[in-house]
């Protein structure tokens, strides 16, 4: 009960923290070309659970901001639309990927009063 | 193989609903990304035991309302008006719709007052006016809703189309995408305030328009029939040279509304040009009603019109006077104190 009282207050900072990672994981991904449902399970079998309604639009608007390329493949039964990193992508992904180092180094060294716990 | 028929069309009635909602242009592509992407989610629910249908089913449900998808999709302005310009859009509203309306109800009653229709009976004739005019500023309080509405609409959308085209062929620039960094040389230049709005003007000139029409409209035979056939409400000697005199200090006062509409600000001086002229159109009055008969003397004959009708006109002109030049006094006073 306690735990799910926490989670709802999180819930939307959580949102929040993880949104912006979401493009930097579709970019660390796609340097291998992938497929939208391909690329949702990987990120979900590598923890990142990522909804689909949220990842297809997302790969559409990295694809018109230029970040990512894609084509048809239409040689299987099913034709799938296989999304690749370009140039481009790769210059913002590797700022979004320093940034996050950054942010990780500044928000664990921020000095901070101990911390009292409640139980 | 019926069930394949129910999930498909189950499957295209949810991309219709997506798609429809997208420019033409991403339509066909988005929909056969999603098509097989619930074909890739409904094998995963039947690799797990799952039917067809119900797998089918969860995976539609898992893309969720097909609405919000389709905004995720295409996010652009949903709205009407947005913040940016929601304050001048209420600033033009408040301007036009005064002005539409007052402008559209007035020259009605006044083309309605001077036609023949239903001179047959008083009531008749005021409601033959007034229903029309009433019903005319409607349509133009309306019409000037609509018009700001359509305005900042239109104005909203071309910003919108205008930022996306710089998004997209904003190619051979490096991808910082910094908006331009505002400025305090985009403040416009400062306004000075005004004491009277639009609005106002416009109303005056309307009561104005009614004041000068007034003594033309009394002229007017009362009845076509009857024993009273022909003859006017108001004295027909009255005429030189009161009214003439009468129309000149109406057309001065809208001079001097005018005046205070371009001067802005209320000053002692445009105060003082307001009393003269209030206290000639006061003496004019109280004059006329207690050297003149002023109503025709037809109906004086008859009993309709008695003597206190001279000492209750004076009392009104007299209390209206007094009230204008305390409502201005007190407004010139106001605003020159809030001007320090």
Request: proline residues 7%.
């Given at each position: 009960?306690?735990?799910?009282?926490?989670?709802?207050?999180?819930?939307?900072?959580?949102?929040?923290?993880?949104?912006?990672?979401?493009?930097?994981?579709?970019?660390?991904?796609?340097?291998?070309?992938?497929?939208?449902?391909?690329?949702?399970?990987?990120?979900?079998?590598?923890?990142?659970?990522?909804?689909?309604?949220?990842?297809?639009?997302?790969?559409?608007?990295?694809?018109?901001?230029?970040?990512?390329?894609?084509?048809?493949?239409?040689?299987?039964?099913?034709?799938?639309?296989?999304?690749?990193?370009t140039p481009r992508?790769?210059?913002?992904?590797?700022?979004?990927?320093?940034?996050?180092?950054?942010?990780?180094?500044?928000?664990?060294?921020?000095?901070?009063?101990?911390?009292?716990?409640?139980? | 193989?019926?069930?394949?028929?129910?999930?498909?069309?189950?499957?295209?009635?949810?991309?219709?609903?997506?798609?429809?909602?997208?420019?033409?242009?991403?339509?066909?592509?988005?929909?056969?990304?999603?098509?097989?992407?619930?074909?890739?989610?409904?094998?995963?629910?039947?690799?797990?035991?799952?039917?067809?249908?119900?797998?089918?089913?969860?995976?539609?449900?898992?893309?969720?309302?097909?609405?919000?998808?389709?905004?995720?999709?295409?996010?652009?302005?949903?709205?009407?008006?947005?913040?940016?310009?929601?304050?001048?859009?209420?600033?033009?509203?408040?301007?036009?719709?005064?002005?539409?309306?007052?402008?559209?109800?007035?020259?009605?009653?006044?083309?309605?007052?001077?036609?023949?229709?239903?001179?047959?009976?008083?009531?008749?004739?005021?409601?033959?006016?007034?229903?029309?005019?009433?019903?005319?500023?409607?349509?133009?309080?309306?019409?000037?809703?609509?018009?700001?509405?359509?305005?900042?609409?239109?104005?909203?959308?071309?910003?919108?189309?205008?930022?996306?085209?710089?998004?997209?062929?904003?190619?051979?620039?490096?991808?910082?995408?910094?908006?331009?960094?505002?400025?305090?040389?985009?403040?416009?230049?400062?306004?000075?305030?005004?004491?009277v709005t639009v609005?106002?003007?416009?109303?005056?000139?309307?009561?104005?328009?009614?004041?000068?029409?007034?003594?033309?409209?009394?002229?007017?035979?009362?009845?076509?029939?009857?024993?009273?056939?022909?003859?006017?409400?108001?004295?027909?000697?009255?005429?030189m040279p009161w009214?003439?005199?009468?129309?000149?200090?109406?057309?001065?006062?809208?001079?001097?509304?005018?005046?205070?509409?371009?001067?802005?600000?209320?000053?002692?001086?445009?105060?003082?040009?307001?009393?003269?002229?209030?206290?000639?159109?006061?003496?004019?009055?109280?004059?006329?009603?207690?050297?003149?008969?002023?109503?025709?003397?037809?109906?004086?004959?008859?009993?309709?019109?008695?003597?206190?009708?001279?000492?209750?006109?004076?009392?009104?002109?007299?209390?209206?006077?007094?009230?204008?030049?305390?409502?201005?006094?007190?407004?010139?006073?106001?605003?020159?104190?809030?001007?320090?």
């Amino acid at each position: 009960m306690e735990a799910d009282l926490e989670d709802r207050d999180a819930a939307p900072h959580l949102q929040q923290l993880r949104r912006g990672t979401v493009v930097l994981a579709c970019l660390l991904v796609l340097d291998e070309p992938r497929y939208g449902y391909a690329l949702l399970r990987t990120l979900g079998d590598a923890g990142l659970d990522v909804e689909a309604n949220t990842l297809y639009p997302l790969l559409r608007r990295l694809e018109t901001q230029g970040l990512l390329e894609s084509d048809w493949n239409t040689e299987e039964s099913r034709p799938r639309k296989f999304y690749r990193i370009t140039p481009r992508g790769v210059r913002v992904r590797d700022v979004l990927e320093a940034e996050r180092l950054r942010l990780h180094a500044t928000l664990s060294a921020l000095p901070r009063p101990p911390r009292h716990t409640e139980d | 193989m019926p069930s394949t028929v129910t999930t498909l069309s189950l499957t295209d009635a949810y991309l219709h609903e997506v798609v429809r909602r997208l420019p033409a242009r991403s339509r066909a592509d988005v929909a056969q990304e999603l098509r097989g992407t619930l074909a890739d989610m409904t094998d995963d629910g039947v690799a797990r035991g799952l039917p067809p249908e119900e797998a089918e089913r969860r995976a539609l449900e898992e893309l969720g309302d097909p609405a919000r998808l389709a905004e995720d999709y295409s996010p652009g302005p949903h709205h009407l008006i947005g913040p940016a310009h929601y304050h001048d859009f209420l600033e033009l509203l408040r301007v036009l719709v005064p002005v539409l309306a007052g402008l559209f109800g007035g020259l009605t009653l006044i083309g309605r007052l001077f036609e023949e229709a239903g001179r047959e009976s008083l009531a008749g004739y005021l409601a033959l006016s007034l229903v029309p005019a009433l019903g005319a500023a409607i349509q133009g309080a309306l019409m000037g809703a609509g018009i700001a509405v359509v305005v900042y609409a239109v104005v909203e959308r071309v910003e919108a189309a205008e930022a996306a085209e710089r998004a997209e062929t904003g190619a051979p620039e490096p991808p910082a995408e910094e908006p331009p960094r505002w400025s305090t040389a985009q403040l416009p230049p400062p306004r000075p305030e005004r004491d009277v709005t639009v609005g106002e003007l416009v109303w005056a000139t309307i009561g104005l328009s009614f004041a000068f029409a007034a003594p033309f409209l009394l002229s007017r035979p009362l009845a076509r029939e009857g024993a009273l056939a022909g003859e006017p409400l108001l004295d027909p000697a009255l005429w030189m040279p009161w009214v003439p005199l009468y129309l000149l200090l109406v057309a001065v006062s809208w001079g001097w509304e005018l005046l205070r509409f371009f001067r802005r600000r209320w000053s002692w001086g445009l105060f003082s040009v307001n009393a003269v002229v209030d206290l000639a159109m006061a003496a004019l009055l109280i004059t006329v009603l207690r050297t003149e008969s002023v109503v025709n003397p037809v109906l004086r004959d008859r009993g309709w019109v008695g003597e206190e009708f001279s000492r209750i006109g004076v009392a009104v002109v007299v209390v209206i006077t007094v009230w204008d030049l305390v409502a201005t006094f007190l407004a010139c006073r106001r605003s020159i104190a809030r001007r320090g």
